[in-house]
């Protein structure tokens, strides 16, 4: 008795010897996995910090396109008046300088 007494002690401290080795496996591959989850976490939020900040300056540049463009619409607007308004100068001018050149002429003739 005493034999198979020796023989289950012994086959339940390898069976126990086996289930600790298994556990402490099984305990640093969670680990493993705990730090690769963190690592991926952070990455995760390096990036979303990132699209984030991209689509700040996006949303301010589509801003700013607007108004470059609206800007622009006003200067053209403004150059148009102002060439409108020099067109209508220099043929008034135009006008006085034929009138006085008529007026000159005709005093000539009388």
């Known amino acids: 008795m005493h034999v198979v007494f020796f023989f289950v002690q012994t086959l339940y401290k390898a069976q126990l010897t086996d289930l600790r080795e298994d556990f402490e496996e099984t305990r640093r591959q969670n680990q493993e996995l705990e730090e690769e989850r963190n690592e991926l976490t952070r990455q995760l939020q390096i990036s979303v910090g990132k699209a984030d ?21 006003m200067k053209e607007l403004e150059i148009k008046d ?9 043929h008034n001018k135009e006008v006085l300088v034929n009138s ?10 009388a």
């Open 53 to 73: 900040t991209e689509a700040l300056a996006k949303s301010i540049a589509h801003e700013t396109i607007a108004e470059l463009e609206k800007e622009k619409t």
């Open 82 to 90: 102002l060439v409108a308004r020099h067109k209508t100068e220099i």
């Open 100 to 109: 006085v050149s008529y007026s000159k002429h005709v005093s000539f003739i």
